[in-house]
Structures are given as C-alpha cells and as structure tokens.
T-cell receptor, first 110, second 113 residues
Framework: GQSLEQPSEVTAVEGAIVQINCTYQTSGFYGLSWYQQHDGGAPTFLSYNALDGLEETGRFSSFLSRSDSYGYLLLQELQMKDSASYFCAVRGAGSYQLTFGKGTKLSVIP | DVKVTQSSRYLVKRTGEKVFLECVQDMDHENMFWYRQDPGLGLRLIYFSYDVKMKEKGDIPEGYSVSREKKERFSLILESASTNQTSMYLC????????????FGSGTRLTVV
C-alpha cells in the first residue's frame, strides 16, 4: 500500500515563501501530485512530478527526489488567497488511483 | 468549462435508508473515483472505476457499492446508511492511464441522523 506524511498546519506571512514537505512510502511509484483545497471547495490540481527535480508553475513550484521518497511544494510571494489546505498524492505502479496525504492547512497572515 | 457534477450539495438521510449519490462528468474520462473526506483523515478512496461496468474497491469500501452503467456517470450507493457515514463525499475523474490530474466535483455533504 501507500502512505504519505505531511505537516498538519503551517503559518506564513503574506509576501513570504513557504515550503510544504511530503514524504511517502509506496510499492512502485508513478509520480507525486499536489492539490489545493479552499474551505468548502473542491480540491484542484496544482502540479505533478514524475522525475526528480523542480517543476515551476508561476508562483508555485514542486520538487521531487525519488531516491529519498520526498517532495515539497514551494509557494512564493504568498497572498492571502493562498490560505487553503494542500494535499500531496501518489499513484503506485500498476494502479489507476491516487492515495492522498492528510493535508497541510496553510494560513497566510498579514 | 469541463466539469464533474455531483447531484446534491447537501443531503440529510435517516439511519437505515438506502442513499444514492450521483456523479456526472463531461470530459469523456475513462476513470472515475469516489472519496470521502473527514477532518484529520484527508481523502480516503471508497471505490473507483476505470471503464464502464468495471469497479474496484478502494481502501474503505465497507457499507458502500457503486454503479457505472454509462461512461459519464458513476453512482455511489449506501446500502443502509449509518451515522458513521456522515461525511463529505467527493467524486473525481481522470483520463486514461494518466491518473494524476484529477478533476473533482464540488462534493456532497451527507448527514445521517
């Protein structure tokens, strides 16, 4: 099976940079994904890493190290609207489905 | 705009009732999923389907069943609702074997009393 660990809560200041870490255990590995969910809303897809390294999409970047079974989501120039829960997710080899971490609640303060 | 639509946003049912949660996607996706989300537990997979009439158990299938008679529609059935099934239910879909970019519906908050 798969399991993921990520911090439950993170607080950061508007305009700053924050990193949300995720470690995983999985039998086989196809990639690490990140999702954002605002309170009362649906999760939305942010990024996907299949290979080691950094993927950048605007203010958000995601990193993967397959040898360390570790990844992170980096949010730059934080805005109040970035306050949300962030989930990492993995897909194991030969499977169609994602297993999600329990989520990190990010609070951006003025 | 592509969509996953869940038929009800809020639902209140009585213990023992049979409950149907409906999900429709308009993206011609092969894969569809049902998750439940509870505080502190994240998203847990109930059932998924990778093709019409195909279904696979997820991590917590007990007390649930599913139906996929058409590609665009995936139904979750609570055979006899219990209070521990009070939760937020999220439907999602994804294309082919690229099961990384899920599109989620807005969710159904089910309360069983």
């Amino acid at each position: 099976g798969q399991s993921l660990e990520q911090p439950s809560e993170v607080t950061a200041v508007e305009g700053a940079i924050v990193q949300i870490n995720c470690t995983y255990q999985t039998s086989g590995f196809y990639g690490l994904s990140w999702y954002q969910q605002h309170d009362g809303g649906a999760p939305t897809f942010l990024s996907y890493n299949a290979l080691d390294g950094l993927e950048e999409t605007g203010r958000f970047s995601s990193f993967l190290s397959r040898s360390d079974s570790y990844g992170y989501l980096l949010l730059q120039e934080l805005q109040m609207k970035d306050s949300a829960s962030y989930f990492c997710a993995v897909r194991g080899a030969g499977s169609y489905q994602l297993t999600f971490g329990k989520g990190t609640k990010l609070s951006v303060i003025p | 705009d592509v969509k996953v639509t869940q038929s009800s946003r809020y639902l209140v049912k009585r213990t023992g009732e049979k409950v149907f949660l409906e999900c429709v996607q308009d993206m011609d996706h092969e894969n569809m999923f049902w998750y439940r989300q509870d505080p502190g537990l994240g998203l847990r997979l109930i059932y998924f389907s990778y093709d019409v009439k195909m279904k696979e158990k997820g991590d917590i299938p007990e007390g649930y069943s599913v139906s996929r008679e058409k590609k665009e529609r995936f139904s979750l059935i609570l055979e006899s609702a219990s209070t521990n099934q009070t939760s937020m239910y999220l439907c999602a879909s994804s294309p082919g074997t690229g099961g990384n970019g899920y599109t989620f519906g807005s969710g159904t908050r089910l309360t069983v009393v």
